[in-house]
């Protein structure tokens, strides 16, 4: 992950979220060819963006199912932790992480319904 300012590489993907947890959405780099299928050594850093008024949590994987599968995710509750992150309500400030390359995600609200964008790129 570079530390310079984050710069977009590839296309903004908007997931709308609900109390149930979504089907499981790649966010491509532009470094990855859905033709051919092949992946080059790319950026893995996705900037993530909630405008709804709920909280929502991110699962992620680095295919849609089987063993390396993005999970289902859960709100996590006092003594059971999930293998989520929580972007907040209404965040006006974007969240980064490092994650694969061509990752899969998938969100759950904590009430109602909430969009959140993911854009991959480099940068903070």
Request: aromatic share 8%.
């Amino acid at each position: 992950m570079s530390i310079n300012a984050f710069m977009p590489q590839g296309s903004t993907v908007a997931i709308v979220s609900a109390v149930t947890a979504t089907s499981p959405v790649q966010v491509t780099n532009l470094t990855y060819s859905a033709a051919t299928g092949v992946t080059a050594q790319g950026p893995s850093n996705y900037s993530f963006v909630n405008v709804g008024a709920v909280p929502v949590f991110v699962s992620w994987g680095t295919s849609q199912g089987g063993s390396a599968g993005c999970p289902t995710p859960v709100i996590p509750t006092g003594g059971s932790p999930t293998n989520t992150f929580c972007i907040p309500a209404g965040n006006t400030d974007k969240r980064v992480l490092t994650l694969a390359p061509n990752a899969w995600f998938s969100i759950i609200a904590t009430a109602t319904s909430s969009t959140l964008y993911i854009t991959p790129g480099d940068g903070l």
